[in-house]
Structures are given as structure tokens and as C-alpha cells.
């Protein structure tokens, strides 16, 4: 989708208080630069979350009650996602998103940012990305969430979690992955074709990098073409694992299948991360993850 010129009546500002990252003090900032370099003027509101998942609902409140709106998420991959998530509730295809990074994590800004975010606002030029959305369970009530960079099962996103609690440098992540390896175990599931298969890792990624070195693919474009990378790791010896999880933080993986949809039904019990976030999912629930292709208008 072309992108588009924008100016906002209202710029809502939500951001975690207790955020290990500095999240106040940067919000903050941002309102004030904002207030001297955009040439109308907005209303700009600064909104701290509460609790867990309170950002979704400030900005699902926001979304659906203030036109020409901007919701700017102070935060991490995790406090992003329920930004997104409480836009998308909204059912307001006009609300626009946008992320600076604090806390603890944020590949998604990292990876796609374009330009300081205060520019890129200033400019109003917004574009549209992909998300996709799991589902878990089947039916009209089944449960359903949004992600804007990954979904993961198993080995890779737990490890790339680690990473980023760890020491910075290259050498000493490639430490944390040995120190993560050792507490997986494989998991398996049946796939759409009937058949039961073991897995080390699945990863569905909107982006290419997770955890600063950890390279997921190659492909160009990622967050516009209606589709997503899966990463997978069959089950494989420890030490092929190993290998190739070393190989993710050095060289990257190399060009990975992408689809529009992928789908499948857990056996045991499964724990599994959305942008980070970690979630479960029961034994014999079936599990979708589809692209959401243009869902998302943002900028920077």
C-alpha cells in the first residue's frame, strides 16, 4: 500500500513507568521535541500503563474514541505488541502506530525503524505493515492475538530472550546460547497433513533479526508482502542444534520459506512467545498462525 501523508489531531503516548529502560524520561522527551518541531498543534497525551496488558486497553480506548490519531509506544517488543494488539480491537483502520524503544528489548524498532521517530512524525509519512495473528483453538470464540515481528515454539525464541538479558558482544551471547541450549527438550505436534513430527524450534517471523545477533533470514521486504518467514529446527542431535543456533548469532541462517499461513495441533501442553511475551497453549488445541497483510498504518 502507498504510503500517505498524515497529521494528527491527537498523540497519545503510553508508556510503563517501572520500565527498566528509562521509558518515562524518554516519553517525556519525545512530547516535548514534539511540541517544539511539528508545526500544528496536536493534543499530546502521556499515558502510563497500570498492569499487565493495560496498554491495550489505553490504546484500544484511544483508537476508538480520538480521530486523527497517533498511538506512540514507549517501550519494548512486549509493551508494542499490546499497543498493536489494543489498535487492532479498536476496529479503526485510521489509527496510526509508532514505537521507540525502552526496556528491555525492541528488534522491531531496531530492524525497521527508518528514522529518529519525533523526524518521522514530523513528517506525518505513514506506510502500512504486515502482522500476523495466531489463533489458538477453533470456532468463532477461539482465542486470537496479533504479533508484529514473531511467534515462536520451542528452542529459538526462548534463546533469543536469553541473549538479550545477557552481556553484551557477539562472544559472550554465543555463551548464553550454550547455557539456554541445555534446558530444551524437542516438542511435537501433528501437522495439516495428519502426520506427527518433532521439533526443536518453529519460529514465524515478520522480521529478520531477533536478540541484536541472532539473523532469522534474508528475505527482502518482510513486513509488506503478505506473508512470513518460518524458521524451523527439526529435531536434530544436541550437538547439529548447537551448530546451528551458533550459526543464527554469527552468520544468520540464510534464506528462509515464507507463507501466507501455517497451522497445526499440539500434543502435549506448549509454551510459546508472541514478540516475546510468553503464552501456553493446552494439549490437542489447534493452532493457527496467518498473515494479516497491510493491517497496520505506522511510521519511523
Not at 39 to 67: C, S, W
Amino acid at each position: 500500500m502507498s504510503d500517505t501523508t498524515r497529521t494528527f489531531a491527537a498523540i497519545v503516548i503510553i508508556y510503563n513507568p517501572n520500565s527498566t529502560g528509562n521509558a518515562p524520561k524518554l516519553a517525556e522527551q519525545l512530547r516535548d521535541e514534539l511540541r517544539g518541531l511539528l508545526p500544528y498543534r496536536p493534543d499530546i497525551e502521556l499515558q502510563p500503563t497500570g498492569h499487565a496488558g493495560h496498554a491495550v486497553m489505553l490504546a484500544r480506548d484511544a483508537a476508538a474514541n480520538l480521530h486523527d490519531v497517533l498511538i506512540v509506544s514507549v517501550s519494548g517488543d512486549g509493551g508494542y505488541n499490546e499497543v498493536v494488539n489494543g489498535v487492532m480491537q479498536s476496529g479503526n483502520p485510521n489509527a496510526v502506530c509508532a514505537v521507540m524503544a525502552a526496556g528491555n528489548a525492541n528488534d522491531h524498532r531496531r530492524t525497521t525503524g527508518t528514522m529518529p521517530l519525533a523526524e518521522a512524525i514530523a513528517l506525518g509519512r505513514t506506510r502500512h505493515i504486515d502482522l500476523m495473528r495466531i489463533h489458538t483453538g477453533q470456532g468463532p470464540d477461539a482465542p486470537g492475538e496479533y504479533a508484529h515481528s514473531y511467534v515462536g515454539f520451542g528452542l529459538t525464541p526462548v534463546m533469543a530472550i536469553d541473549l538479550e538479558k545477557g552481556s553484551k558482544g557477539a562472544l559472550k551471547e554465543m555463551f548464553s546460547v550454550v547455557r539456554t541450549f541445555s534446558k530444551f527438550q524437542p516438542f511435537e505436534i501433528r501437522q495439516s497433513d495428519g502426520k506427527h513430527r518433532k521439533f526443536d524450534s518453529i519460529v514465524f517471523a515478520n522480521i529478520a533479526e531477533m536478540a541484536k545477533y541472532a539473523t532469522l533470514s534474508e528475505a527482502d521486504d518482510k513486513l509488506s508482502d503478505g506473508k512470513f518467514e518460518v524458521v524451523i529446527f527439526p529435531h536434530m542431535p544436541k550437538w547439529r542444534v548447537l551448530l546451528k543456533a551458533l550459526r543464527a548469532t554469527t552468520q544468520g541462517l540464510g534464506e528462509q520459506p515464507s507463507v501466507s499461513s501455517y497451522e497445526f495441533t499440539t500434543l502435549k501442553p506448549l509454551p510459546y512467545q508472541v514478540d516475546g511475551e510468553v503464552k501456553s497453549v493446552d494439549a490437542g488445541t489447534f493452532v493457527k498462525v496467518e498473515s494479516a497483510p497491510a493491517a497496520l498504518p505506522t511510521l519511523g
